[in-house]
């Protein structure tokens, strides 16, 4: 399986190649600056230079087994992981970009990282809890975890709009998987799509004009790897949504947030079958 880490251009409505591996990579998170991408593979974190050049090991300390739940702070300064090394069930931590030893946030597992406030101060999950999925807020030092939704169907993804005003997620409670939002209180609960497509990982553009969507066709369960994907632009409310492209994909093509600073872009992953030789 080649993996194709790429930006697509809202203006141009064209996608480049940054980098291709027949390794296994995903969920690319753009930094604050602009000057990289984190993604991981293989348990392990990289920071993908836009310049050129082949990623970089971040070091993550005792977390090898990191999943693609992972982030950066809106100041460019910390990572969020979420990893399972130590109590083999995801758990969020955090860590300086730079690399280094992980701060333990979450109590309760699994956790998986999804979200950071733009403020810095609070960090949106999916947690897992006697095998009801909801999403949970936390101080981004740790203490006590907020829950914000109870069991309506399967609860994940959340991510923070731009103004810190709404948490998007992606929720069953319906039938199909769509995308809602919430209020970082646990109030307002409101439905944004209402398509053909199970709707997932909602992501708000930091200029606050855009949502962006990953869409499986209707019948498919859950979030698998390698199938016939769709990538899905709208307004922040739901409407004007549309198809920006059709890929093949999935999970770990747009997991975390992954837009660029100014909003005019975003990255992926795309995945490509490897031809077998005869």
Request: some cysteine; aromatic content about 10%; proline content about 8%.
């Amino acid at each position: 399986m080649r993996s194709s880490v790429e930006i697509h251009t809202l203006e141009t409505g064209e996608s480049r190649v940054v980098w291709q591996t027949e390794q296994l990579v995903e969920a690319p998170n753009w930094s604050p600056d602009g000057r990289s991408l984190v993604i991981n593979g293989d348990g392990l974190l990289y920071r993908l230079p836009l310049a050129g050049g082949e990623p970089a090991l971040i070091d993550t300390g005792f977390a090898r087994t990191c999943n693609n739940d992972h982030g950066i702070s809106p100041d460019g300064k910390t990572i969020v992981i979420s990893d399972k090394t130590q109590y083999g069930a995801s758990t969020i931590y955090t860590l300086p970009a730079t690399g280094g030893q992980p701060r333990q946030i979450t109590q309760n597992r699994p956790s998986y990282w999804h979200g950071w406030s733009p403020d810095g101060k609070t960090l949106a999950y999916c947690g897992i809890r006697d095998q009801v999925f909801d999403i949970y807020t936390i101080p981004v030092d740790g203490g006590d975890e907020t829950r914000l939704t109870f069991g309506e169907g399967r609860n994940d993804g959340p991510d923070y709009s731009h103004d810190g005003e709404w948490i998007y997620f992606n929720s069953s409670r319906t039938g199909r998987m769509q995308i809602w939002r919430v209020r970082p209180d646990g109030s307002d609960v409101m439905r944004i799509t209402d398509s053909e497509f199970g709707d997932w990982f909602p992501h708000p553009s930091p200029d606050g004009k855009h949502l962006l969507v990953l869409s499986y066709d209707g019948e498919v369960f859950d979030h698998p790897r390698d199938l016939d994907v769709r990538l899905r632009l709208m307004d922040p409310d739901g409407g004007n949504a549309r198809v920006l492209f059709e890929l093949f994909g999935g999970q770990g093509t747009i997991n975390v947030p992954n837009w660029s600073p100014d909003g005019k872009a975003f990255a992926f992953v795309r995945y490509q079958p490897v031809p077998r030789e005869v």
